[in-house]
């Protein structure tokens, strides 16, 4: 059984930056999409931006222009990297992993709290 685990999360003051790394345990075949949510505090979970297998992002609004996600297919590893940070990107933040054929993987998630 597949597993991913997140890490990256924390403490960091508003402007500041973290980057979070969600990692495989395993090679992971024929992955379509790779997607970061969060879920606030009595809030239900959005998603925060998503790319393709062919490289395409997609964010939310919220997040555009801050944030960027990435992957490396050879560490079956995608990334996040969040900049400017406000207090309201406080959440706990998932990864997902999309495939053809063995369907949805999910992270544990991983605590981000922006405050000063």
């Known amino acids: 059984q597949v597993q991913l685990v997140e890490s990256g999360g924390g403490l960091v003051q508003p402007g500041g930056s973290l980057r979070l790394s969600c990692a495989a345990s395993r090679s992971i075949f024929a992955i379509e999409v790779m997607t970061w949510y969060r879920q606030a505090p009595g809030k239900e979970r959005e998603l925060v931006a998503q790319i393709t297998s062919g490289g395409t992002t997609t964010y939310a609004d919220s997040v555009k222009g801050r944030f960027t996600i990435s992957r490396d297919n050879a560490k079956n590893t995608v990334y996040l990297q969040m900049n400017s940070l406000k207090p309201e990107d406080t959440a706990v933040y998932y990864c997902?992993?999309?495939?053809?054929?063995?369907?949805?993987?999910w992270g544990q998630g991983t605590q981000v709290t922006v405050s000063s």
């Open positions: 997902k992993i999309s495939t053809t054929f063995s369907g949805n993987y």
